[in-house]
């Protein structure tokens, strides 16, 4: 119940899916949580219904490709909480599936935008908080999609690679210095991400076809490792790529 006791979270992408199942297990172990997001009706619902059960939790509009909006939201945290100790870089977006050649540069720039710049401004501003508070742990969400490669999705598995190595390069930057930072390479999550792109009758099929252990993954499962990493429980772990995909990368 207490395995981030007094520590200030911000969540990216807080509004649905992992983020917000993130959310709400890291308010029930005892952090104060700062949940960022765009889609501001359904966060504002989030964190009012977290309050009202008794945690603190306070939602922030942040586009994380805005450098502007990924500042305020690190200040916010501080300037209303005192600290930053952990960061869970989340948020995302799968862009448009077509072959290389028929990915348009506005498409390219857009997944690039939010999956990799979000990132590592995130990373930027939290690692600068983070110092100021002690040290702290970020924690990334890549993907399976950042180790192998998947047909019609060149720019998320571009920026979900780009996301790894970010993540490795940042975690030797303050190995010394308190800060860890670790990614997860989530599998197939059964999110409203996942639903948008499993329209077509037949797909759902093929992807639960594709996940070695016969099943979807939960939000809570990505979760719970999200924690584990936010927790000093992780504490010589940093610059690692997590899968957690019912198998899917060990094929
Ligand atoms: N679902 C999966 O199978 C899966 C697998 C691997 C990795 N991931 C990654 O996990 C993360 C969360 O995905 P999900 O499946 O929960 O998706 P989701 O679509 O359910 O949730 C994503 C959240 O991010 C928010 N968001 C989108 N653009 C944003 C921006 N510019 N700034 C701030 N917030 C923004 C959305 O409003 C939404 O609330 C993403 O980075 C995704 O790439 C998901």
Redesign the pocket.
Known sequence: MDELKDKVAIV?????????AAVDLFASEGAVVVA????DD??RQIADGLSARGSTCTYVH?????EG?VQAMVLLALSRYGRLDVLFN?????GEFAPTADVTLEAWERVL???LR?VFLGCKYGVEAMLRSGGGSIIN?????GLVGFAGAAA?CAS?GGVVQLTKAAALDYATLGVRVNC???????????R?ATQAPGIAEQLVAAEPVGR??T?RE?AELALFLASDRSSFLTGAAVPVDGGFVAR
């Not at 969400?141 to 999609?145: E, G, I, L, Q």
């Open positions: 990216t992408g807080a509004a649905s899916g992992i983020g917000r960022a997001d765009v889609a359904a966060g942040a586009d994380v490709s805005s909006d989340n948020a995302g977006i799968e935008a939010v999956n979000g969400n890549a993907s399976v999609a998320y979900k997860l390479c989530p599998g197939i999550i059964d999110t409203p991400m996942v948008r979807l993954g939000p990505v």
